[in-house]
Structures are given as structure tokens and as C-alpha cells.
């Protein structure tokens, strides 16, 4: 069975910093493309980050230069560093696993989220 769990998730003063991680299990994604997703109360899921197999990265708009998206391969794990966090980026973050980038959104594989609060 294919499992992406998040953890590193909680609360936190604005200006603050938290690390997410999605570890996954059941097999490699190794050769995946894979991404983070947060959903607020009452918004649609959006898109936060991404990360290619090859190691090419792409950001929302609302997170470039605050939040960075690495993976090991080697521990089959995605991380999200998220540094002078906002009120605004309150929600459930998700991570996902495709073949490409652009799949993400319509992948099959997802984790179950992590909840970030930021205070002001």
C-alpha cells in the first residue's frame, strides 16, 4: 500500500519558521516529480511548491524567497522549509507525488495533511 505522510506541522508566532516533511512508503518515488498544496478553511486547495525528479523547482508567487522544497531521494522523503512565515499561510499542507509537475494537481497519491496556524 502506497503511503505520503506529513509531519512537522503546528503552530508558530508570525516571522516564525517550520520544516515539513512527507515521507512515503510502499514504494520509491524516486523518479517522480513530487509538490505541497495548502487548502485554508473555506478556500480551494492551492498550489506551494514543486519539485522535479531531476531537482528543478518551482513557487506560488505567495511563498518565493520564504518557503524551500528539497528531497532525498535516499530516504524516499520531501521536505518544505518555510521561513518568515505569515498569518496568511494558515492552513492544511499537502504533499503529492506524480509523474510530472503539471500531473500533481490530478495525482492518485496524496498525504493525509499537516496543519501550520500562524499567530500574528
Known amino acids: 500500500q502506497v503511503q505520503l505522510v506529513e509531519s512537522g506541522g503546528g503552530l508558530v508566532q508570525a516571522g516564525g519558521s517550520l520544516r515539513l516533511s512527507c515521507a512515503a512508503s510502499g514504494r520509491t518515488f524516486s523518479n517522480y516529480a513530487k509538490g505541497w498544496f495548502r487548502q485554508a478553511p473555506g478556500a480551494e486547495r492551492e498550489f506551494v511548491a514543486a519539485i522535479s525528479w531531476s531537482g528543478s523547482t518551482v513557487y506560488a508567487d505567495s511563498v518565493k524567497g520564504r518557503f524551500t522544497i528539497s528531497r532525498d531521494n535516499a530516504k524516499n522523503t520531501l521536505y518544505l522549509q518555510m521561513n518568515s512565515l505569515k498569518p496568511e499561510d494558515t492552513a492544511v499542507y499537502y504533499c503529492?507525488?506524480?509523474?510530472?509537475?503539471?500531473?500533481?494537481?490530478?495525482?492518485?497519491?496524496w498525504g493525509q495533511g499537516t496543519q501550520v496556524t500562524v499567530s500574528s
Open positions: 503529492a507525488a506524480a509523474q510530472t509537475i503539471a500531473l500533481l494537481y490530478r495525482s492518485d497519491y
